[in-house]
């Protein structure tokens, strides 16, 4: 089974829908963010969280919020969802600061 | 904050053909450096990193050493297969919280 699981893999939805994503990992890691990619620019830190109790916002954190409901599981959503949030959204772990990131397989979010 | 420049794609080689792919980096201190890559319809995964100057990282024949002087974590590889068509980040690691900076991304495409 994968480490870093997310789900849905694929969502299509429409402009003012809230919407969440969810990521669950067995890795054991207190570390946990999440990420949007576009095209030609990479992968941009929307919100990461070192433990149940610690949430923070990452540099493109408007218009989402997070949950850590376990340290396993930290789930995304977006409130009200707008079609410049379509994107491909990945969930990752660490277990400390400067090690390795491993990553889920992707959400891909289509907001019409 | 770090950032990270990637060279430019898309990159098309011809299958044993030798691969660079140029990476720079601004950071302070001693960040450490990745290269993750994305295979279609996948996340990212590790595929080498270095974590202090001088470092080469390798892993699947592919090889970057951390070069300190010239802020720069170069890609390699001497013989690349029609398999390593992906997409190649690079990225640098906050020691702050060990957010990762990723370049934008280099597609690279193998023909037989």
């Known amino acids: 089974d994968a480490d870093v699981t997310q789900t849905p893999r694929n969502r299509i939805t429409k402009t003012g829908k809230r919407i969440m994503l969810e990521c669950s990992q067995t890795?054991?890691?207190?570390?946990m963010y999440w990420y949007r990619q576009d095209p030609g620019l990479g992968l941009r830190l929307i919100y990461y969280s070192f433990d149940v109790k610690d949430i923070n916002k990452g540099e493109i954190s408007d218009g989402y919020s997070v949950s850590r409901q376990a340290q396993a599981k930290f789930s995304l959503s977006l409130e009200s969802a707008i079609p410049n949030q379509t994107a491909l959204y990945f969930c990752?772990?660490?277990?400390?600061?400067?090690?390795?990131?491993?990553f889920g397989p992707g959400t891909r979010l289509t907001v019409l | 904050g770090n950032s990270v420049t990637q060279m430019e794609g898309p990159v098309t080689l011809s299958e044993e053909a030798f691969l660079t792919i140029n990476c720079t980096y601004t950071?302070?201190?001693?960040?450490?450096l990745f290269w993750y890559v994305q295979y279609p319809g996948e996340g990212l995964q590790l595929l080498l990193k270095?974590?202090?100057?001088?470092d080469k990282g390798s892993n699947k024949g592919f090889e970057a050493t951390y070069r300190k002087e010239t802020t720069s974590f170069h890609l390699e590889k001497g013989s690349v297969q029609v398999s390593d068509s992906a997409v190649y980040f690079c990225?640098?690691?906050?020691?702050?919280?060990?957010?990762?900076?990723f370049g934008q991304g280099t597609i690279l495409t193998v023909h037989p």
């Open positions: 990752a772990t660490s277990d400390s600061p400067g090690n390795t990131q491993y």
């Open positions: 270095a974590t202090k100057a001088d």
């Open positions: 950071a302070t201190g001693y960040p450490s």
């Open positions: 990225g640098t690691a906050g020691t702050s919280y060990g957010k990762l900076t």
């Open positions: 890795k054991g890691h207190d570390r």
